[in-house]
């Protein structure tokens, strides 16, 4: 199972997110996602809700606490990001919080121009 990471800025439409979700997932055929996982401050993001829902996943929050613990096996780094957040990269960060203990990421950080995603595992 896999853990599909996403951010975007506010009022992205789903659409966008779907797309960069889809040709993320193009790259690790066969590969069955449990969940979109982003960090609990976009609650209430419409775009994040209605890709979620079309892509037929549940949509996880995550608390700042979880993704600080994987802050430091994030391979992206966005100035933006550290200042509004404290982390390296929403959707990196969680995507290793959403596979859990040990994971690591198959997709590092992709963006569109309103979003971003990654893909990560917990290894077998």
Known sequence: MIAIGA????????????????????TVPGEQAQG?????????????????????????????????????????????????YGLPSIAETAALAGAGDGAVLLVTRRASARATCAIARTPA
């Open 36 to 84: 979109l996982f982003t960090i609990d401050q976009k609650r209430g993001e419409p775009g994040l809700e209605q890709a979620a829902a079309a892509l037929d996943l549940p949509l996880v929050f995550v608390g700042q606490a979880a993704l600080q613990n994987v802050a430091a096996d994030a391979t992206f780094y966005s100035h933006r990001i550290e200042d509004m």
């Open 7 to 26: 951010g975007c800025r506010k009022g992205c439409p789903a659409d966008e997110i779907i797309a960069l979700i889809r040709a993320a997932l193009e």
